[in-house]
């Protein structure tokens, strides 16, 4: 938990957020700053809370997100 205090950016690949604790996490980057991607085909109850959310699978949208970031 600690290091989702602390990240500047957090992608969220491919859950449900429905299972605690992991659905916390989330809410502990955002609420110190932190950026939310959320990454998958449906929306989720954290959906709004997201500030970008991308409607696709992480198996083709991850590949394409590092390729974006290593540029």
């Known amino acids: 938990?600690?290091?989702?205090?602390l990240c500047d950016v957090m992608v969220v690949a491919g859950t449900?957020?429905?299972v605690s604790p992991a659905n916390m996490l989330p809410?502990?980057?955002k609420q110190n700053?932190?950026?939310?991607i959320e990454v998958n085909p449906e929306e989720t109850q954290m959906s709004q809370?997201?500030?970008?959310?991308?409607?696709s699978t992480?198996?083709?949208t991850?590949?394409?997100l590092v390729s974006?970031?290593?540029k």
């Open 49 to 55: 809370s997201m500030d970008l959310s991308i409607r």
């Open 33 to 36: 700053g932190a950026l939310l």
């Open 1 to 5: 938990m600690m290091q989702a205090s």
């Open 68 to 70: 974006v970031i290593q």
């Open 58 to 60: 992480s198996a083709k």
């Open 27 to 29: 809410i502990y980057a």
């Open 62 to 64: 991850l590949p394409e």
């Open 16 to 18: 449900s957020l429905s």
